[in-house]
């Protein structure tokens, strides 16, 4: 079975547009705006947080057959529980019902589901579908779903820098050890490579807390439609943009025949 026949007729012209050896192999989103679309179409903000859950089944879908390996989702930020208390709950009821209707699916695709952040504020009911669902599906291998709730990437940097002091104060650990490769190993999402393209939907260019290690050299793609309205469409768009970035890591990019002195002296 060929990728184009997983792919719509309308999408097909950007389907052939990719370059299949240029895959990201993990992308983040910022899945950003359902309350605007609701709000904008007159609905509760409930039926746009329901409208997103339908559309990240469909990146994860064409995410997966494109040859991504990792997906990770901003689901729920530790700032999140500023919002109405009403919202709140409705997410969270909402984490475990979808959770409890896609899970089997989610096993079936061989799809391996890991929840990234402080767990511990969860009503019982549902920490214990996520930690269900993370050991249904964790030999899975064919592709990983990150879901970052309650997560933020400062917290996330202090806990292991406090983690470290405390190892370097028992003495279990020499202050010269710490360095990139021990920190990075702390982490939540230790032994899951980092993103190289984060996409952020509905226009804001801001990275929100998200991920701010990981994301140190990841390609940024910011889009101006909300999430709900984020679809295959959009996606494919993002990974033309990314495979059109020269990714230097901090390097250059000599033009034939250049040489340093040359640069310099015509700049």
């Not at 998200?210 to 793609?221: D, K, N, P, R, V």
Request: charged share 30%; with cysteine; aromatic share 10%.
């Amino acid at each position: 079975m060929t990728l184009e026949k997983f792919i719509p007729i309308s999408n097909l012209e950007l389907f052939q547009e990719i370059d299949k050896n240029k895959i990201p192999k993990h992308v983040a989103i910022i899945m950003d705006g359902n309350g605007r679309w609701a709000t904008k179409k007159g609905l509760p903000r409930s039926s746009g947080h329901n409208k997103g859950v339908s559309v990240l089944k469909e990146i994860i879908k064409v995410s997966k057959n494109l040859g991504c390996k990792i997906l990770t989702v901003y689901a729920f930020s530790t700032e999140n529980w500023i919002r109405p208390a009403k919202e709140v709950d409705f997410l969270l009821r909402l984490f475990e019902k979808v959770l409890k209707k896609e899970i089997k699916e989610i096993h079936q695709e061989s799809i391996k589901i890991k929840f990234i952040g402080d767990l511990s504020p969860f009503p019982d009911s549902l920490k214990s579908i996520l930690y269900r669902s993370e050991a249904i599906t964790k030999d899975n291998k064919n592709f990983t779903l990150n879901v970052c709730v309650n997560y933020g990437g400062r917290q996330e940097i202090v806990k292991v820098a406090k983690e470290l002091a405390y190892k370097s104060f028992s003495g279990e650990i020499n202050p010269s050890e710490v360095d990139e490769k021990l920190f990075n190993s702390k982490l939540l999402t230790q032994g899951i490579k980092d993103p190289e393209l984060l996409i952020r939907t509905s226009g804001e260019k801001r990275i929100s807390n998200f991920l701010l290690w990981q994301l140190a050299y990841s390609e940024i793609y910011i889009s101006d439609v909300l999430w709900p309205d984020f679809n295959e469409f959009e996606f494919l768009k993002a990974i033309i943009d990314y495979q059109s970035r020269n990714r230097r890591f901090g390097g250059i990019e000599s033009l034939p025949n250049e040489s340093f002195e040359d640069s310099y002296c015509s700049s």
